[in-house]
């Protein structure tokens, strides 16, 4: 009994020594294929978070891809006369991941915007946050300490994902993170006109209903806004960009979900979803997804949206 168990346990240290290996051995083989992908654009925005003066009031914007694709922190700084810090690249990735880092940030004074997006709670894209941030000891660290379980799951999807990346076209502007600013980390390249067909956004309906939210979602953002609270900071609701040929939800429906919205979140909501709505010319390539001109339209119309609530 006693050679079984050893034996056992001698195969057990065996496969976790040959898993190790792999997960060492690949990612250094394949340092380059992630070294300026889309999601590194991830960590520029934190970077640039993270150098921002403490003393200095501040305007925190987080969310998805939807926001990568529409938020000109440039502009957003000349039209509010606010410095502007954006932490959004992919939704898939996780929300809360985000939540966690700009939590660390939140200082007395500033102003703190989610454009709403459904997410869950302790939803973590790992594959791709193991991707973005293993080539930054802080970052790996920091997540490794608080989520040990989470990141050693992913490992192995990690591990996947860069042996497939040896195999993709690098060339695709959308997975190159060169097209960050280097100075205001948003995505500054240049859309300028719609890549998919107006039939293509009527297929991708969106129906805003409350049967689509999920509510741990909504009990973390009462969290980031209790801690906003606690910190002298304020947390604002507004809603992500949308084109208008998605829209499955007639009005009475959206207004129906703009007052449950407002009835199970503490934090003020301070647009109506109409005023998200884009025309197809300023779509790139997706429903939530705008061009150049877009992305204008939408900084343009948030500052002004933001602006009653700034030094307020």
């Not at 802080?138 to 591990?159: C, I, Q, W, Y």
């Not at 297929?203 to 801690?227: F, S």
Request: with cysteine; aromatic share 14%; hydrophobic share 40%.
């Amino acid at each position: 009994m006693a050679k079984f168990i050893k034996k056992i346990l001698l195969v057990t240290i065996e496969v976790i020594l040959a898993f190790a290996l792999v997960a060492t051995i690949v990612p250094l083989a394949t340092k380059n294929v992630y070294s300026d992908n889309y999601q590194k654009g991830f960590v520029y925005q934190y970077r640039r978070l993270q150098n921002a003066p403490a003393d200095t009031d501040k305007l925190i914007i987080f969310g998805g891809s939807y926001l990568t694709f529409s938020l000109d922190t440039k502009l957003m700084e000349q039209l509010t006369g606010m410095p502007c810090y954006e932490m959004g690249v992919q939704s898939n990735m996780g929300m809360c991941y985000t939540i966690e880092l700009i939590e660390d940030y939140i200082n007395e004074g500033d102003i703190v915007v989610f454009p709403y997006e459904y997410f869950a709670k302790d939803d973590y894209g790992m594959d791709l946050i193991y991707t973005s941030i293993e080539s930054e000891p802080d970052m790996m660290f920091s997540f490794a300490k608080d989520h040990p379980s989470e990141l050693f799951n992913a490992v192995s999807r990690g591990t996947f994902r860069r042996v497939a990346g040896l195999f993709r076209n690098t060339n695709d502007p959308y997975y190159n993170a060169k097209y960050f600013d280097p100075e205001y980390a948003y995505y500054a390249m240049e859309r300028p006109e719609p890549i998919v067909s107006e039939q293509d956004m009527i297929d991708a309906g969106y129906a805003h209903t409350m049967k689509e939210v999920d509510m741990t979602g909504i009990d973390r953002l009462n969290e980031l806004n209790a801690l906003c609270e606690e910190r002298g900071a304020k947390l604002y609701i507004t809603y992500a960009p949308l084109c208008d040929l998605s829209i499955w939800t007639d009005k009475e429906g959206r207004d129906d979900f703009e007052k449950s919205m407002a009835d199970v979140l503490d934090a003020d909501i301070i647009c109506s979803l109409d005023d998200c709505f884009y025309p197809y010319e300023y779509v790139f390539n997706g429903n939530m997804h705008l061009n150049t001109a877009g992305m204008e339209a939408y900084t343009t119309d948030l500052a002004q949206i933001l602006k009653p609530y700034i030094n307020n």
